[in-house]
């Protein structure tokens, strides 16, 4: 499996600012996903992040307040734009094996965020 | 589209209790189930998998069965510790779609 290291683990912003999220992973993947998780919820999918390419967002989420870039096959970034207090949520990067591999997805440790 | 519904929760059992956290699935195709395990202060890290009907996934002394006639990956542990306190997501993959997500089901053991 990946070994996927994202940071900030934590952080504590004010509302109107905006914070950059990096996952970095051990090998070159060609599936890469950032997931919100708010507070005592499931996860759910903001986006795939796409090498090269703009990043495929879910329905409910816009590029404008989820940038995302991916430069290359092992590094990935989202920002969580004009942050307010319904963004605390934790938010998580992973990755994904082809379907041979069992569309298996292995996750970072997640970035929990608090806005004042 | 595909769906999971996972045994509601919390759950609170006894050190040595026996374990079983129900989970059924809507799906096209055939998809692969898991079960991922989030311990407090942490990420989801992969507990186990099945990729086809009747494969049993196993790790750690947890079990769950791929039982198709029944779309169900119950997931089971015949003694549990306090170290599992954590909250377990079932979730399927079908080839081409995104991973679903139950609702998590948050256990606690007390000693």
């Known amino acids: 499996s990946a070994v996927i290291s994202q940071k900030p683990s934590r952080d504590i912003c004010q509302r109107g600012t905006s914070l950059t999220i990096q996952c970095q992973v051990d090998?070159?993947?060609?599936?890469m996903f950032w997931y919100r998780q708010q507070p005592g919820q499931s996860l759910t999918l903001i986006a795939t992040a796409n090498q090269g390419s703009e990043a495929t967002y879910e329905s409910g989420f816009v590029i404008d307040k989820f940038p995302i870039s991916r430069p290359n096959l092992t590094f990935s970034t989202l920002t969580v734009s004009n942050m307010s207090p319904e963004d605390s949520s934790i938010y998580l990067c992973?990755?994904?094996?082809?379907?041979?591999?069992?569309?298996?997805?292995?996750f970072g440790a997640g970035t929990r965020l608090s806005v004042l | 589209g595909n769906s999971v519904t996972q045994m509601e929760g919390p759950v609170t059992l006894s050190e040595e209790a026996f374990l079983t956290i129900n989970c059924t699935y809507t799906a096209t195709g055939y998809p692969s189930l898991f079960w991922y395990v989030q311990y407090p202060g942490e990420g989801l890290q992969l507990l186990l998998k099945a990729t086809k009907a009747d494969d049993k996934g196993s790790n750690k002394g947890f079990e769950a069965t791929y039982r198709k006639e029944t779309t169900s990956f119950h997931l089971e542990k015949g003694s549990v510790q306090v170290s599992d306190s954590a909250v377990y997501f079932c979730?399927?993959?079908?080839?081409?779609?995104?991973?679903?997500f139950g609702t998590g089901t948050r256990l606690t053991i007390i000693p």
């Open positions: 992973s990755v994904g094996t082809d379907p041979s591999q069992g569309n298996i997805q292995y």
């Open positions: 090998s070159q993947v060609t599936m």
């Open positions: 979730a399927l993959s079908s080839p081409g779609e995104k991973l679903t």
